[in-house]
C-alpha cells in the first residue's frame, strides 16, 4: 500500500463482504456485486486507478486490512477500528433495526431482549455496540435463513443487523410481513472506508476520488440497489450534479457579496423598490435558489467601481461582465450566460455611420469599464472615446449633440430611447461587437466556477427563453423612428383596413358558413360509421380475448407441468405462438375501434423511426430507393406507444412502396422539428414534431382522397387489403393527440404528413419482460363469470402459494367480502361480468369502505371512466390474455404495496 509521497499508480485491493445482500455479495459465478460494487467501480472510473475485488467473509477481511494489503470497501466507525484503522469521508449511511415476531403488538427497542438471545454477525459493529450498551443480552451468530429459522422457533428472540440486509434476507424468503423490526436510531451510522494507520496519502487518494463523483451518479446508484430507502445523498447538495468536494465547500461558503449595473435597464437595473431586477437577476434568483446561497448586492455605485473592487478582493462576485484577456488577469469567468448585440447611436440627420470607420475622428461615448473602451482602442484607434456613467448620460450628451455617436447593447440603448423620448437618435448601425455575459468571481473562490457553470447549466433552454423573452421585447428602430411613423399611420390603416374588411367579409360569408356546414355534415357522417364499427370490434374483441386467455394460460401450464416431454414442448410451443400472434391481431382491431387501452409512456420518436427504417430498407425491394433524414437539433420525446407508431410507420411505408412497385421510385422519410405548420384544431403547448413520408408513385385520384381513412377502402385488388391499414394508421395517430393528412405532389405520387406532440417529460425505460414466476402468501378472491378462466387462474395462483375462492358473478364477491372482508388479501375482478360487472364491484366496494387492493381484467374498456372509478383504492388493470408471468407479479406487488 501507499506511504506518505508516494502516488497511486498500480491495482488497488478493496475488501467486500461475499454475504451482505444488497450492500455485497458473490454471484453465482463468484463475482462479486452489490451497492458497495458499483460504489468502487464509479470510484475507480473517477479516478483512472483499476481496482481489484477481494470477496471474504468480515473476519478475513479486516486481517488483510490491518496487514495493509487492502482497503476495506466501507464500514461504520467505532473505538476498536480507531485504535488501528484511519477513516475516509463518509460514503454512505445504513440504518439498523431489530428484528423481532411482535406478540404482543407494541414496537419494541433493544432493551426490551435484555437477558435474551440476540444474533449478530461476529465481529461487526453490532456485535461491538451490544456489548458496550446491553451487556446482559447473550449475543449469538447470524447465520443467514438459519437464525431465520431459529426466530420462527423461537430459539432466539430477535436478529440486529443492518436494515438492508434484513429486508433483503426477508424478501428473499418470501416472509415479509411476518416479523416486526425497529429502526434503532443510535445504531443507524456513517459508512466509511477503512484504512490501515500509516498510509495518508493513500487516504487523501480515497477522499479526493469519493468527492470528485458527482452527487447524481451515487443517487442514482442508491435508488438502484435500495429502491425502497431515501438516498443518503439525495439531502447533501441543492444541485445533485455537484461533487461531495463541491458541496461541502458550499457548506463552508454561504454567502458572497455582489457587483451589479444598478442602471443599465432591461439587462440589470435597480427598481423602484431598490431591488435587483432584469435579465441577470433572474439568473442570480435562479442560481442561489438553487445552490441555496446568498449573492448580497453590494452598496450602490457606478459599475466601474465594482469592478475595481472586485479585482482589490472587496467584491466576491460580478453578476453580468464580458470576458476579455486584460480581464483574466484580475478575476475568474464562468461561461458566457447571455448574448446582446451592441449597436451605434446617432444624432438623425447628422451623417450617415454604416460601419464602425464611420466614427474615425468623432466623438463617440462608452460607460467608463465597458468592455467597449478595450476593444474600439484596439481595432479602431482613430475613434475618439469619451467616457460616461451610463447609457442615461451617453444618449442624453448625444442628443445635446455634446457626441458624436452613442456605442452600447442594443436592449439598454431601446430602453433609454424610449424612456426619454429621444426622437431624434436612430440606431445608426450594428456594430460587429457581440457582449456574452459571463459572471466573475475574485481570486481566492476558485471552486465557485465550476459550482456556478453547473448551475447555469441545470437551467434548461425553456427557461432561459422564458427570461430573455420576459425582458427583451423590445423593438429595433435602424435608419428610421417608426415610433412617429406609426403614431400618424397606425389610425389611418386601421380605417382602411376596417372598410376592406367590410366589403370582403360579407361577400365570403356564405361561402365559409354553407362550407363549414357541409365539413360538419361529413364529420358526423364519418363519427357515426366509426363509433358502429367500434362497438362491433370492441364486442368481438371481449370475446375473442377471453378464449385466447383460456388457451394461453392452458399452454403455460402445459409447459410447466410436462417441461421433459419434447412432444408435448414441440406442438406446444406452435400453440402458444399461433395465439400470442392472434393476440396481436385482437390488439390491431382494438387500435381500429378506438377501444385500446395500451399505456402512453414518454418514448423517442427518432428512435422508433429510426427502427423502422433499417427493417423498411431490408425487406423493400432493389428497385426502391430510400432516403431518409432526422433533423438534429431535437430530442424527439413524445408521448406513446412504440408498438402502434412502429405500426404506423411500417404501414404508410408498405403503401407507398406497393404504389411505386414493380417500376422504379424513390421513398423520402423525413422526422424534423422546425418550420412546421400547424393546422387549426391542434394547439399542444409544447408544440409538434412532423413525419413526413413522400413517394414517387402514380398518386391518388383526387376524387377519393377523402375516403382513404374510411375503415373497409381498399383500392388494392381483392385479396390483396383489408381497407383496415390505413384506418387503423388514422386511429392511432389520433389517439396519440396528433393529426395526420395526405396531399397529391405536384409531380408524382403521395405526401403523408403526421404531427405528434411533444412532452418535456424524460423517456421511460423499456419494462423488462417477467421471466421466473413470482411467488407469494395471502388469499385472493376471484370474481370471473368464465369457467374455464376462473379454474385457470386458481391454477396459477394456488401453485404458486395463494389461497384462492372464486365467484362467478360480482354479486356474490361483495357479499363475501361483506361478510368477512379480513379473510382477504386482494380482489381480482373480470370488467365485463352479468349481474353486476367489475367496475360495478369496485364503486360498490369503495362504499362499504373494505380496504383491499384490486385488480381488474378487462378484454376492452374505457380506461378514463375505470380511473374515476377506482382512482380512490389500490388497484392495477390487466388486459386480456393475461400471461401467467404477469398475473403473478401483479398480485404480488399489489399486495406487497398495500401491505406497506
Same mark, same amino acid.
Given at each position: 500500500?501507499?506511504?506518505?509521497?508516494?502516488?497511486?499508480?498500480?491495482?488497488?485491493?478493496?475488501?467486500?463482504?461475499?454475504?451482505?445482500?444488497?450492500?455485497?455479495?458473490? %454471484? *453465482?459465478?463468484?463475482?462479486? &456485486?452489490?451497492?458497495?460494487?458499483?460504489?468502487?467501480?464509479?470510484?475507480?472510473?473517477?479516478?483512472?486507478?483499476?481496482?481489484?475485488?477481494?470477496?471474504?467473509?468480515?473476519?478475513?477481511?479486516?486481517? #488483510?486490512?490491518?496487514?495493509?494489503?487492502?482497503?476495506?470497501?466501507?464500514?461504520?466507525?467505532?473505538?476498536?477500528?480507531?485504535?488501528?484503522?484511519?477513516?475516509?469521508?463518509?460514503?454512505?449511511?445504513?440504518?439498523?433495526?431489530?428484528?423481532?415476531?411482535?406478540?404482543?403488538?407494541?414496537?419494541?427497542?433493544?432493551?426490551?431482549?435484555?437477558?435474551?438471545?440476540?444474533?449478530?454477525?461476529?465481529?461487526?459493529?453490532?456485535?461491538?455496540?451490544?456489548?458496550?450498551?446491553?451487556?446482559?443480552?447473550?449475543?449469538?451468530?447470524?447465520?443467514?435463513?438459519?437464525?431465520?429459522?431459529?426466530?420462527?422457533?423461537?430459539?432466539?428472540?430477535?436478529?440486529?443487523?443492518?436494515?438492508?440486509?434484513? =429486508?433483503?434476507?426477508? &424478501?428473499?424468503?418470501? /416472509?415479509?410481513?411476518?416479523?416486526?423490526?425497529?429502526?434503532?436510531?443510535?445504531?443507524?451510522? %456513517?459508512?466509511?472506508?477503512?484504512?490501515?494507520?500509516?498510509?495518508?496519502? /493513500?487516504?487523501?487518494?480515497?477522499?479526493?476520488?469519493?468527492?470528485?463523483?458527482?452527487?447524481?451518479?451515487?443517487?442514482?446508484?442508491?435508488?438502484?440497489?435500495?429502491?425502497?430507502?431515501?438516498?443518503?445523498?439525495?439531502?447533501?447538495?441543492?444541485?445533485?450534479?455537484?461533487?461531495?468536494?463541491?458541496? =461541502?465547500?458550499?457548506?463552508?461558503?454561504?454567502?458572497?457579496?455582489?457587483?451589479?449595473?444598478?442602471?443599465?435597464?432591461?439587462?440589470?437595473?435597480?427598481?423602484?423598490?431598490?431591488?435587483?431586477?432584469?435579465?441577470?437577476?433572474?439568473?442570480?434568483?435562479?442560481?442561489?435558489?438553487?445552490?441555496?446561497?446568498?449573492?448580497?448586492?453590494?452598496?450602490?455605485?457606478?459599475?466601474?467601481?465594482?469592478?475595481?473592487?472586485?479585482?482589490?478582493?472587496?467584491?466576491?462576485?460580478?453578476?453580468?461582465?464580458?470576458?476579455?484577456?486584460?480581464?483574466?488577469?484580475?478575476?475568474?469567468?464562468?461561461?458566457?450566460?447571455?448574448?446582446?448585440?451592441?449597436?451605434?447611436?446617432?444624432?438623425?440627420?447628422?451623417?450617415?455611420?454604416?460601419?464602425?470607420?464611420? $466614427?474615425?475622428?468623432?466623438?463617440?461615448?462608452?460607460?467608463?469599464?465597458?468592455?467597449?473602451?478595450?476593444?474600439?482602442?484596439?481595432?479602431?484607434?482613430?475613434?475618439?472615446?469619451?467616457?460616461?456613467?451610463?447609457?442615461?448620460?451617453? %444618449?442624453?450628451?448625444?442628443?445635446?449633440?455634446?457626441?458624436?455617436?452613442?456605442?452600447?447593447?442594443?436592449?439598454?440603448?431601446?430602453?433609454?430611447?424610449?424612456?426619454?423620448?429621444?426622437?431624434?437618435? !436612430?440606431?445608426?448601425?450594428?456594430?460587429?461587437?457581440?457582449?456574452?455575459?459571463?459572471?466573475?468571481?475574485?481570486?481566492?473562490?476558485?471552486?465557485?466556477?465550476?459550482?456556478?457553470?453547473?448551475?447555469?447549466?441545470?437551467?434548461?433552454?425553456?427557461?432561459?427563453?422564458?427570461?430573455?423573452?420576459?425582458?427583451?421585447?423590445?423593438?429595433?428602430?435602424?435608419?428610421?423612428?417608426?415610433?412617429?411613423?406609426?403614431?400618424?399611420?397606425?389610425?389611418?390603416?386601421?380605417?382602411?383596413?376596417?372598410?376592406?374588411? +367590410?366589403?370582403?367579409? !360579407?361577400?365570403?360569408?356564405?361561402?365559409?358558413?354553407?362550407?363549414?356546414?357541409?365539413?360538419?355534415?361529413?364529420?358526423?357522417?364519418?363519427?357515426?360509421? #366509426?363509433? &358502429?364499427?367500434?362497438?362491433?370490434?370492441?364486442?368481438?374483441?371481449?370475446?375473442?380475448? @377471453?378464449?385466447?386467455?383460456?388457451?394461453?394460460?392452458?399452454?403455460?401450464?402445459?409447459?410447466?407441468?410436462?417441461?421433459?416431454?419434447? +412432444?408435448?414442448?414441440?406442438?406446444?410451443?406452435?400453440?402458444?405462438?399461433?395465439?400470442?400472434?392472434?393476440?396481436?391481431?385482437?390488439?390491431?382491431?382494438?387500435?381500429?375501434?378506438?377501444?385500446?387501452?395500451? *399505456?402512453?409512456?414518454?418514448?423517442?420518436?427518432?428512435?422508433?423511426?429510426?427502427?423502422?427504417?433499417?427493417?423498411?430498407?431490408?425487406?423493400?425491394?432493389?428497385?426502391?430507393?430510400?432516403?431518409?433524414? +432526422?433533423?438534429?437539433?431535437?430530442?424527439?420525446?413524445?408521448?406513446?406507444?412504440?408498438?402502434?407508431?412502429?405500426?404506423?410507420?411500417?404501414?404508410?411505408?408498405?403503401?407507398?412502396?406497393?404504389?411505386?412497385?414493380?417500376?422504379?421510385?424513390?421513398?423520402?422519410?423525413?422526422?424534423?422539428?422546425?418550420?412546421?405548420?400547424?393546422?387549426?384544431?391542434?394547439?399542444?403547448?409544447?408544440?409538434? $414534431?412532423?413525419?413526413?413520408?413522400?413517394?414517387?408513385?402514380?398518386?391518388?385520384?383526387?376524387?377519393?382522397?377523402?375516403?382513404?381513412?374510411?375503415?373497409?377502402?381498399?383500392?388494392?385488388?381483392?385479396?390483396?387489403?383489408?381497407?383496415?391499414?390505413?384506418?387503423?394508421?388514422? @386511429?392511432?395517430?389520433?389517439?396519440? @393527440?396528433?393529426?395526420?393528412?395526405?396531399?397529391?405532389?405536384?409531380?408524382?405520387?403521395?405526401? $403523408?404528413?403526421?404531427?405528434?406532440?411533444?412532452?418535456?417529460?424524460?423517456?421511460?425505460?423499456?419494462?423488462?419482460?417477467?421471466?421466473?414466476?413470482?411467488?407469494?402468501?395471502?388469499?385472493?378472491?376471484?370474481?370471473?363469470?368464465?369457467?374455464?378462466?376462473?379454474?385457470?387462474?386458481?391454477?396459477?395462483?394456488?401453485?404458486?402459494?395463494?389461497?384462492?375462492?372464486?365467484?362467478?358473478?360480482?354479486?356474490?364477491?361483495?357479499?363475501?367480502?361483506?361478510? =368477512?372482508?379480513?379473510?382477504?388479501?386482494? /380482489?381480482?375482478?373480470?370488467?365485463?361480468?352479468?349481474?353486476?360487472?367489475?367496475?360495478? /364491484?369496485?364503486?360498490?366496494?369503495?362504499?362499504?369502505?373494505?380496504?383491499?387492493?384490486?385488480?381488474?381484467?378487462?378484454?376492452?374498456?374505457?380506461?378514463?371512466?375505470?380511473?374515476?372509478?377506482?382512482?380512490? =383504492?389500490?388497484?392495477?388493470?390487466?388486459?386480456?390474455?393475461?400471461?401467467?408471468?404477469?398475473?403473478?407479479?401483479?398480485?404480488?406487488?399489489?399486495?406487497?404495496?398495500?401491505?406497506?
Amino acid at each position: 500500500m501507499l506511504s506518505k509521497g508516494e502516488s497511486l499508480k498500480r491495482e488497488l485491493n478493496v475488501v467486500v463482504h461475499n454475504d451482505h445482500h444488497p450492500i455485497s455479495f458473490e %454471484l *453465482p459465478n463468484g463475482q462479486p &456485486a452489490g451497492l458497495y460494487v458499483d460504489l468502487w467501480n464509479l470510484w475507480s472510473v473517477t479516478t483512472g486507478t483499476p481496482i481489484n475485488f477481494i470477496s471474504d467473509n468480515m473476519e478475513n477481511g479486516l486481517l #488483510m486490512v490491518k496487514s495493509k494489503k487492502a482497503v476495506h470497501s466501507g464500514l461504520f466507525k467505532n473505538d476498536t477500528r480507531q485504535l488501528w484503522a484511519d477513516f475516509s469521508v463518509p460514503i454512505h449511511r445504513v440504518e439498523s433495526s431489530i428484528l423481532y415476531r411482535n406478540e404482543g403488538g407494541n414496537k419494541k427497542s433493544l432493551k426490551d431482549f435484555v437477558g435474551m438471545k440476540v444474533a449478530v454477525i461476529i465481529g461487526t459493529y453490532h456485535e461491538q455496540y451490544l456489548l458496550d450498551n446491553y451487556p446482559n443480552i447473550t449475543v449469538v451468530p447470524l447465520r443467514g435463513t438459519s437464525s431465520i429459522l431459529d426466530l420462527i422457533n423461537k430459539d432466539i428472540q430477535a436478529i440486529f443487523n443492518e436494515s438492508p440486509s434484513l =429486508n433483503s434476507l426477508l &424478501a428473499k424468503m418470501g /416472509l415479509r410481513g411476518v416479523f416486526e423490526s425497529s429502526i434503532i436510531d443510535d445504531a443507524s451510522s %456513517l459508512v466509511h472506508v477503512v484504512v490501515a494507520k500509516g498510509q495518508t496519502s /493513500l487516504l487523501e487518494e480515497i477522499n479526493k476520488g469519493f468527492e470528485d463523483i458527482p452527487i447524481h451518479d451515487l443517487v442514482v446508484l442508491e435508488k438502484k440497489w435500495l429502491p425502497n430507502t431515501r438516498p443518503f445523498f439525495s439531502s447533501k447538495a441543492p444541485l445533485d450534479i455537484l461533487t461531495l468536494y463541491e458541496r =461541502n465547500w458550499l457548506q463552508d461558503h454561504i454567502s458572497f457579496s455582489l457587483g451589479v449595473d444598478h442602471n443599465s435597464y432591461p439587462v440589470e437595473f435597480t427598481d423602484d423598490n431598490n431591488q435587483l431586477s432584469g435579465v441577470s437577476s433572474d439568473y442570480i434568483d435562479y442560481i442561489s435558489e438553487q445552490l441555496s446561497i446568498k449573492l448580497i448586492v453590494s452598496e450602490n455605485m457606478a459599475w466601474a467601481k465594482s469592478v475595481e473592487k472586485l479585482k482589490d478582493g472587496k467584491i466576491d462576485v460580478m453578476s453580468s461582465i464580458v470576458r476579455t484577456n486584460e480581464r483574466e488577469k484580475f478575476m475568474l469567468f464562468t461561461k458566457p450566460y447571455f448574448q446582446l448585440p451592441a449597436v451605434a447611436v446617432t444624432k438623425k440627420g447628422t451623417f450617415y455611420a454604416e460601419s464602425m470607420s464611420s $466614427f474615425n475622428h468623432r466623438k463617440v461615448g462608452v460607460i467608463k469599464g465597458y468592455v467597449f473602451a478595450e476593444l474600439i482602442s484596439e481595432d479602431y484607434p482613430k475613434i475618439n472615446i469619451v467616457y460616461v456613467s451610463s447609457t442615461m448620460e451617453g %444618449l442624453s450628451l448625444l442628443n445635446d449633440g455634446k457626441l458624436d455617436g452613442y456605442i452600447g447593447a442594443l436592449p439598454i440603448v431601446n430602453h433609454e430611447i424610449d424612456k426619454e423620448s429621444y426622437y431624434n437618435l !436612430i440606431v445608426a448601425s450594428f456594430t460587429p461587437y457581440k457582449l456574452q455575459l459571463s459572471m466573475a468571481v475574485r481570486f481566492g473562490l476558485e471552486p465557485l466556477v465550476p459550482i456556478l457553470n453547473k448551475a447555469l447549466d441545470s437551467l434548461d433552454e425553456k427557461s432561459k427563453s422564458r427570461i430573455a423573452n420576459n425582458w427583451l421585447a423590445v423593438r429595433i428602430e435602424q435608419g428610421t423612428q417608426l415610433k412617429t411613423i406609426l403614431k400618424w399611420a397606425i389610425p389611418i390603416l386601421t380605417v382602411l383596413i376596417f372598410i376592406i374588411f +367590410i366589403y370582403v367579409a !360579407i361577400n365570403r360569408r356564405l361561402k365559409r358558413e354553407i362550407k363549414q356546414r357541409k365539413l360538419l355534415e361529413d364529420q358526423l357522417l364519418q363519427s357515426k360509421k #366509426m363509433e &358502429a364499427l367500434g362497438e362491433m370490434a370492441g364486442g368481438i374483441a371481449h370475446d375473442f380475448n @377471453n378464449i385466447m386467455g383460456i388457451i394461453i394460460g392452458n399452454s403455460e401450464l402445459l409447459n410447466i407441468k410436462f417441461p421433459e416431454d419434447e +412432444i408435448i414442448q414441440k406442438f406446444n410451443k406452435n400453440i402458444y405462438n399461433a395465439s400470442t400472434r392472434a393476440t396481436e391481431l385482437v390488439s390491431q382491431i382494438m387500435t381500429f375501434s378506438r377501444m385500446s387501452i395500451a *399505456p402512453l409512456h414518454s418514448i423517442n420518436f427518432a428512435e422508433v423511426v429510426h427502427d423502422c427504417i433499417q427493417l423498411i430498407e431490408s425487406t423493400s425491394p432493389k428497385n426502391i430507393n430510400i432516403l431518409y433524414e +432526422i433533423e438534429s437539433g431535437y430530442d424527439y420525446v413524445i408521448k406513446g406507444d412504440k408498438t402502434q407508431i412502429n405500426q404506423v410507420i411500417i404501414n404508410l411505408c408498405s403503401n407507398a412502396i406497393d404504389a411505386m412497385f414493380p417500376n422504379s421510385g424513390l421513398l423520402v422519410i423525413k422526422l424534423s422539428g422546425s418550420n412546421i405548420q400547424i393546422p387549426s384544431g391542434l394547439s399542444d403547448k409544447n408544440g409538434y $414534431f412532423s413525419l413526413k413520408v413522400t413517394d414517387s408513385g402514380c398518386g391518388i385520384d383526387e376524387s377519393i382522397i377523402n375516403n382513404i381513412f374510411d375503415p373497409f377502402f381498399s383500392t388494392k385488388e381483392v385479396g390483396k387489403g383489408t381497407g383496415l391499414g390505413l384506418s387503423v394508421v388514422y @386511429n392511432i395517430v389520433h389517439g396519440h @393527440n396528433g393529426k395526420i393528412s395526405v396531399v397529391n405532389n405536384e409531380n408524382s405520387g403521395v405526401e $403523408f404528413t403526421i404531427l405528434m406532440p411533444k412532452t418535456l417529460e424524460i423517456p421511460l425505460n423499456e419494462i423488462q419482460q417477467i421471466e421466473k414466476d413470482r411467488k407469494g402468501l395471502g388469499s385472493i378472491l376471484i370474481a370471473e363469470d368464465e369457467e374455464a378462466l376462473r379454474l385457470l387462474y386458481r391454477e396459477h395462483l394456488e401453485s404458486s402459494g395463494y389461497i384462492v375462492t372464486v365467484c362467478d358473478n360480482g354479486k356474490e364477491a361483495l357479499a363475501l367480502l361483506k361478510a =368477512n372482508p379480513e379473510n382477504y388479501d386482494l /380482489l381480482l375482478t373480470d370488467h365485463s361480468m352479468p349481474i353486476m360487472t367489475g367496475t360495478e /364491484l369496485i364503486k360498490a366496494v369503495l362504499k362499504v369502505k373494505v380496504d383491499i387492493p384490486i385488480i381488474l381484467v378487462t378484454g376492452y374498456a374505457d380506461m378514463e371512466s375505470i380511473d374515476k372509478v377506482v382512482s380512490k =383504492n389500490s388497484y392495477k388493470c390487466l388486459v386480456k390474455p393475461v400471461k401467467r408471468s404477469v398475473l403473478l407479479e401483479t398480485v404480488y406487488r399489489c399486495i406487497e404495496s398495500h401491505d406497506k
